[in-house]
Each structure stands twice: as C-alpha cells, then as structure tokens.
C-alpha cells in the first residue's frame, strides 16, 4: 500500500459549536461546506481537511486521521488480506470516498480518495 500522506483530522465532540468559533475566529480557519458531509469541515492550505463533528458523528471514535491512497479498492483488498477490521461499506461525498478501518492500536483510522485532486500550497 502507498500512503501519499494525512489528509483528514477529525474530532467529534458535544462542543462542536463552540469548536466551530474557535477553528474560524481563533484558529483562522476557512468553512469548506462539502456535499455529502455531516460536519463542520474546513480545508486547510496543503490540502487537508479538519472536521468537526456532533458526538458519535465520525462513528465510534472520537479523533480520526485519514491516510490518502490512489486507489481506496485495492488499498482496502490489501488491509483484509493482512487480517486488519475493516467497514463493510465505503462512504463517500462529492471529494471524497473513504473507509474505516481499526488498526492494531484499536483505534479507528480512515482511507480516503480523492474524487478530483486537491489545491496544494501555493
């Protein structure tokens, strides 16, 4: 599998308004509403995501880190043949189609694909 790097942080939380004000106001963070997405997302300029979400909004977790992959398919084909607890389903949006999986830590961690390319720094 080829990791090209970590594209999605995500917390979800009871204090998802008062993070919401805190990523804008303090932070200095930019609203990217997203299609298909039940969180307060915001694109950062090296073309990540950070997502804040409403409890059990992300799932039983509440952090999550998406690792970018070219090809979610065979990257998911490659985590059940290492015996590695993966969704059954991939979810997706209008950027983006991703899975979950729980790695050894037990924790929960994503795959993600992009549907159309990201704007990088520049």
């Known amino acids: 599998m080829d990791i090209?790097?970590?594209v999605f942080a995500g917390t979800a939380t009871s204090a998802r308004a008062e993070m919401r004000v805190f990523?804008?106001?303090?932070l200095g963070m930019?609203?990217?509403?997203?299609?298909?997405?039940e969180a307060d997302l915001f694109d950062l300029p090296d073309g990540s995501s950070f997502a804040i979400a409403s409890?059990?909004?992300m799932g039983p977790?509440?952090?999550s880190l998406g690792f970018l992959v070219d090809d979610l398919d065979a990257a998911?084909?490659?985590?059940?043949r290492s015996g590695v607890a993966v969704d059954p389903s991939v979810s997706g949006n209008e950027r983006e189609r991703y899975v979950h999986f729980t790695a050894p830590d037990g924790q929960l961690y994503e795959l993600v694909e992009?549907?159309?390319p990201a704007a990088g720094p520049g």
């Not at 930019?30 to 997405?37: F, H, L, Q, Y």
């Open 61 to 63: 977790t509440q952090r």
């Open 4 to 6: 090209r790097g970590i």
């Open 30 to 37: 930019r609203p990217a509403p997203v299609e298909g997405v």
């Open 55 to 57: 409890p059990e909004g």
């Open 114 to 116: 992009r549907r159309t």
């Open 76 to 80: 998911v084909a490659e985590l059940v």
């Open 23 to 26: 990523a804008q106001e303090v």
